[in-house]
Structures are given as C-alpha cells and as structure tokens.
RNA sequence: GGCGGGGUAGCUCAGUUGGUUAGAGCACGGGAAUCAUAAUCCUGGGGUCGGGGGUUCGAAUCCCUCCCCCGCUACCA
C-alpha cells in the first residue's frame, strides 16, 4: 500500500492541566524536527500529538477554577493547539483522550489484556496520606512521637484498602528483558535504558490499572465504579491515533511507531509498563523510545515561587520561532539536560545564524545581484578549493542521517554549520571582491560556488529552521518541489544564468537596546 | 545504603587498544581585509586534565584511595 518508507513519531501527550511550558515546547520542536526531516529525506510520515485529559488532578483543578474538566481540557487543548502553530511544529494528527474514539480503543485494549488473562480484581492496600495522595511501603513509614504513623515526608498516613483491577505486569519480566536483548536500541539514549533494565532486572510487581476514588476517566468495561489508571488511558493513545482497534483503518499501518520521543521522567511507562501491555494485548511494540532531558533557566527549574516562569509564547516572539528552534537543538546536546539564558540565546542566534550563515548569504547574494545583473553566474572550471567545500556540502545528506540515527540533534547542526564556517573561511580566501578588478569570470565562479553551498546548507537545514531556509531557498531561486535531501547534489545544482530575486538579510541581529544599566528588554528572568 | 554517570581552558564540552608542545566552539587580546547584517579572515593569551598515592621509559587515559556533583532505586503525572 505505501509506496514510500514510512516513518510514525510521536511526542508524548501533555497533561491537560496547566497550559504549555518551556519543556513542552522542547518536546514539541525536536519531534518536529525529527519529523521533517524523515519527510524530507523522502518518507512518508505520521506526526502523532495529542492531550492526556483524564485523572484525578485534572477534576481537582478544573473544580477549583468552577468548570467541567471537559472544559478545561478543551482550553487546555486549545492552548497547545496555538503553540503547535506558534512553533510551526505542528503535529499531523492530534489525539484527546476525551474523544469518543479513544474510549473505544482504550476499552478495546483493556479487553483484549483481560482475554489474555492478565487482568484481574483484587484490593489495592497500603499507608496513604491523603495529604500527599499517595502510598507509601511498609518501610518507608516512620512511627511519630505519639506513636502516629508518618510518611517519609512527615505527613500522617492511614492503612487504606481499595478495590483495584490489576495488571498481570510480573508475568512480564522476563519478556522485555529477552526484548531489551534483541533490541539494543529500544531505549535511546543508552544511560537511561540502562536505569530501565536494572530496574527491570530486580523483578516487577503487578501494577494496579483502576481507580475508584474518582471517576474523570474511561470507565472500566463491564464495572463502571471502575476507572482506568490514567496511564493506560494515556499510553494507548498512540494506537488510537492509528485507528485502534479498527486494523483496516486507514492509518494503521504507520503502527508501530517508529518513535515515542518523551522527557526522561516517563520512561519507564514507555519503556516497561506500554510494552507490556501491548505484548498483552497482541500489538506490536515501538520500535523505539527517545528520551530527552530537561530544560532550565540558568540551572534552576522554572517555577512560579522562583519567578522564572516564561511562557514559549514570549521567547518565540521576542527571539523568532525559528531562533528559538535552533537554539534548542543547537545548544543542547539531545538527550541531556540543557539550559538556556538571554545571553546564551542571543550569543548562540547571532553567531550561528546572523553572523555565519546569514552574513555569507548576504555578502554573496548582494554581489550576485550587484555584479551579475541579479543572475547566478555560470561557474567557470572549478578550482580544488571550489570542490573541496561544495564536496564537503554534498556530504551533509549522508552525514546528518548518520547523526539522526542516533537522534542528534545537535551533532547534525553542528556539522552542517562546520560547512558554513568553512564556506566563510573560503569566501574570505578567495576574495571574489577582488577578483572583480581582475578575473571576472573568477569571481562568478566563486559566487556561484558560495551560493550553491547556501542551496544544500539551507536544504538541509529546515527540519529545524524551517521558515528560514524556505527564504533562503527563495533567495538562491529553488524551486519548491526541488527541496528535498534528494536535491542536495550536484544534480541538482543551481543553473547559471536563472534570475534570483534581489537578496534581503534572513535572519536579523539581535541587538541589546542600551539602558543605564547596560541591560536591555529581555523577556523576565531569562 | 545499592547500582550507574560525571568532575579537562572564563563558559559548554571533545579526547580510552597509555606516547611527540592536551583540543573545539563561544568569550577575551592583537592584526588583516572591506564583498557583507560593525558581519568575515588570520593570530595570541589562558588549563597542577577534582586531591593524593602507585604501575610504566611515558598517564587526562590503567590500578588504589579520598573529596564533590548528578541519575535510578515503581503506581502524582
């Protein structure tokens, strides 16, 4: 049926509680970019992103504020809605968990675990405080001064038993580890897969899937004072998207995902607890997991008591959408924790973008359009010097899918923009502003060297700056269905004598606006 | 406590079959050029490679020990 490669990602589904953060939009940005750039490499892909709607939190906050928890999810929804916009990331298929379609897969799935046999009731006990909604083990609990039980965090816990259906989780154990085995990669980067099969290795406990304690969820099938723990809501969302568990529907053979990128705190709900239940239910697995890491504000997290609470709103429009993209992919190496500050946007932006690539499409192109009657030149014979960096261009295809193998991000920037740098320095050596006087036809060698070098630089470079390159692209007179990573090759080279358009800066300066203090406006705290 | 990761230039980091004067980018100093978004190019300074001990002709790289930081150690998501 696909007649080309096919490629399924998917960003994890953000909690429908608050509105969108930092780290939503890292997420949100690196899925995309990912995405664009399996698309541009020529396969056909599914952008999975979706809401997570249901939970006891989510009828909580919504009661606080005095509305239906649908209503706050469809808000929430909204929100991320607009930011997918916002980052020009958006997804191309959203799935919320409150949609009727995903409570027919959701009991499906449910349904099909219990067939097999790893659904069943029994009572969930345990030291609960209500103050901090959870439970404790046994040896987690302190004996107070008065003999009351507490919490390790101090809080007095009481012996609570709850009905509860429970997931045959234990039965397992032993099949993802074979699994783990077989796939090495399933877990990326490898540090955290390590922390997935330790855990693993030191045995698991069934797990309880239901609640009775609330009821905003997906009611359990055949006991509706049942409600399914939220993660099995949540995780199945993946195959709803695909049309779960209608297997002739049309998407469904983007299943499995190729990809579930999520934060490092929910790894082990990918990486443990979905596979199982997939193994149980009879669906395949992902194919992988790829973690990222945090974001901070100058190494502290974002928090409202800190005051350093920025929303992705304001860093996009006071940096630039794009800005903003490469920042992230560009500063942090993927998979790691990062951190980001005014000074770090502004000095990473102007250097890379302004300063390198934007300043030498700049120089070249004005004295293309100043010296060559707006025409690209027709190259003379090509000097060692000009094949060396339009060779060192055409290997940028075949050197950032080595890099996207293993999801970085930021190793893929970085040599794309080692090219940049390395066009500068032949640029610069090769001083077509002199051979002006006295080899013209040099110089349009040159030129039109350079401006082949910005075609594959910015080919390659929407997956992340996508708006950007599409100027340049303009700018250097490619054609729109002459963008692909295919494209990236002497075969499709500029054709000296095409009219280019009169060139204008793409990426603008930021520059501080002087105040007595040598500070200037920056978004609060960043 | 257990398991794991890490401490290398001002900043972010690269650097394991041990080997010539320990590298990159950014930041900083000097110079060149003037096509260009005061952008670019060249060049310089700067590091007891966490502390101590050991193996070796030779260790950031191996061994021992000590100090410090971080992650995981299941049902809030």
């Known amino acids: 049926m696909a007649s080309r490669p096919e490629f399924c990602i998917t960003t994890a589904i953000p909690y429908a509680n608050g509105k969108p953060h930092i780290g939503h939009a890292y997420e949100r940005i690196a899925t995309d970019a990912i995405a664009r750039f399996q698309r541009l490499d020529g396969r056909d892909v599914f952008f999975i992103t979706g809401m997570d709607e249901h939970g006891l939190k989510m009828q909580q906050t919504a009661g606080k504020e005095g509305i239906t928890p649908q209503l706050l999810a469809d808000r929430t929804a909204a929100q991320f809605d607009e930011m997918g916009t916002l980052l020009n990331a958006r997804a191309d298929h959203v799935i919320r968990t409150t949609e009727p379609r995903h409570y027919e897969a959701s009991r499906a799935i449910w349904e099909a675990m219990e067939k097999r046999g790893d659904i069943y009731l029994a009572k969930y006990s345990g030291w609960y405080s209500v103050r901090e909604e959870a439970y404790f083990d046994e040896g987690e609990i302190a004996t107070g001064a008065d003999g009351a039980r507490l919490s390790p965090n101090g809080t007095p816990v009481e012996w609570v038993e709850e009905e509860s259906y429970f997931f045959r989780l234990s039965a397992y154990a032993e099949r993802l580890l074979a699994h783990y085995e077989a796939n090495p990669q399933f877990v990326t980067p490898a540090h955290y897969f390590n922390e997935i099969k330790a855990f693993v290795h ?4 069934d797990l309880s899937i239901s609640r009775t304690t609330f009821n905003w969820g997906v009611p359990v099938p055949g006991n509706d004072k049942h409600v399914m723990y939220v993660w099995v809501d949540a995780l199945t969302n993946y195959i709803t998207a695909c ?13 499995p995902a190729d990809a579930h990128v999520i934060g ?15 193994m149980s239910a009879g669906i395949e697995i992902p194919k992988q997991i790829v973690v990222h890491g945090f974001l901070f504000n100058r190494g502290e997290k974002m928090s409202k008591s800190v005051g350093n609470v920025i929303s992705p709103e304001t860093l996009a429009s006071h940096y630039g959408v794009d800005q903003l993209r490469y920042f992230f992919l560009r500063e942090v190496p993927f998979g790691h924790d990062g951190n980001y500050s005014h000074e770090a946007i502004v000095n990473r932006t102007n250097a890379d973008l302004a300063n390198d690539l934007g300043n030498l499409a700049q120089r070249s192109l004005s004295m293309i359009n100043k010296n060559c009657e707006g025409r690209a030149p ?15 261009a055409y290997a940028l295809p075949a050197k950032t899918r080595e890099a996207m193998k293993e999801f970085a991000l930021h190793q893929m920037l970085a040599d794309i923009w080692k090219v940049v740098a390395d066009a500068n320095r032949y640029f610069a050596g090769e001083e077509p502003w002199a051979k002006r006087k006295t080899d013209f036809a040099r110089m349009g060698t040159i030129l039109w060297t350079t401006a082949e070098v910005i075609r594959v630089v910015a080919i390659m470079a929407q997956p992340v700056i996508p708006a950007s390159a599409e100027k340049l692209l303009d700018l250097v007179g490619v054609a729109a269905d002459a963008r692909k990573f295919a494209n990236a090759t002497s075969a499709s080279a500029i054709t000296g004598g095409s009219v280019l358009p009169t060139p204008v800066p793409v990426f603008p300066r930021y520059v501080e606006t002087e105040q007595v203090n040598g500070e200037g406006p920056k978004p609060k705290s960043a």
Do not use: C, M, N
Request: charged share 25%.
């Open 202 to 205: 030191r045995g698991l406990q």
């Open 243 to 255: 049309g779960y568990p209608d297997t002739t529907a049309r998407d469904w053979h983007y299943w």
């Open 264 to 278: 490092k705190d929910i790894t082990r709900f990918h990486s443990i607890f979905w596979p199982a239940f997939l």
């Open 378 to 392: 027709v190259p003379g014979d090509l000097t060692a010097a000009d094949r060396e960096i339009l060779d060192a």
